[in-house]
């Protein structure tokens, strides 16, 4: 399971202690990212630890939701079934990374489209919902509610247009939800995106390069390259106890 903490002082300076010792394993994968683990043994770092953490209202679960959710259910089973039951029990437990919210990025997560109506017809579709502009080069968006769109070897700006998503809806103003909404659905007849065989998504990790290859190839006709939702955007969903629209967010530690 994948959570997030709101960053605070005293942990940051806890962290900072307990990593400034020489890490217990220190290695480069192929993907030249470095990865560093310290075992954290001292009960008294570990007392610091817990106590450090205690006061958080609140972590957020950005990947793994089942798997906690099944951990917990687990658990409840488990306690049931054994009057002797302390809290200690291996059960009681499941591995869970944290992160805090300064130390985490959330990378684009691109979709692919494949269909048989031309790129003028797709165009002409979404104009009512979006400022459309050509570009002569690829669209990497660099704000929010803008939209790059690739398909017959040519690249359109699309920015969605005040008023056709609800602004004051945490969920509704995140662009994968406004794209949905405003084009996937109405224009290209893709109605829930999980099951659709029409569409696929592509990490942004690897770059637009990736979905121009992808139509040029002829697998996929359309491809949106989208900008990456932000971090306060992710938790003000949560605490306003909504889910993130689907293939919102990829996650790069």
């Not at 010792?21 to 770092?45: C, G, M, P, Y």
């Not at 609800?166 to 224009?187: E, G, R």
Request: hydrophobic content about 40%; some cysteine.
């Amino acid at each position: 399971v994948f959570s997030i903490f709101r960053h605070n002082d005293a942990l940051k300076k806890l962290f900072n202690r307990l990593t400034s010792a020489k890490a217990t394993v220190d290695f480069t994968t192929a993907d030249t990212v470095r990865h560093q683990l310290w075992v954290i043994e001292d009960s008294n770092d570990i007392d610091a630890l817990v106590e450090a953490f205690a006061p958080l209202p609140e972590l957020y679960i950005a990947d793994g939701h089942h798997r906690s959710e099944a951990a917990a259910e687990v658990c409840r089973r488990l306690k049931e079934k054994n009057p002797s039951h302390t809290g200690k029990e291996i059960y009681n437990y499941f591995l869970n990374v944290i992160f805090p919210d300064n130390e985490l990025r959330i990378l684009p997560y691109n979709r692919v489209v494949a269909t048989k109506r031309s790129l003028d017809d797709i165009l002409n579709g979404a104009e009512n919902n979006f400022e459309i502009s050509p570009a002569d080069y690829p669209v990497v968006p660099d704000k929010v509610h803008e939209i790059g769109l690739y398909s017959d070897r040519r690249w359109h700006r699309l920015f969605a247009k005040p008023g056709t998503f609800d602004a004051d809806d945490p969920a509704a103003v995140i662009d994968s939800a406004i794209l949905t909404a405003n084009l996937l659905k109405p224009v290209l007849g893709i109605e829930d995106i999980r099951t659709d065989e029409h569409i696929d998504f592509v990490g942004g990790i690897r770059g637009v390069e990736e979905l121009v290859r992808l139509v040029d190839s002829g697998q996929w006709q359309l491809a949106f390259a989208m900008y990456p939702v932000s971090v306060e955007q992710l938790l003000a969903v949560a605490d306003a106890g909504q889910v993130m629209p689907p293939k919102s967010t990829w996650f790069e530690p």
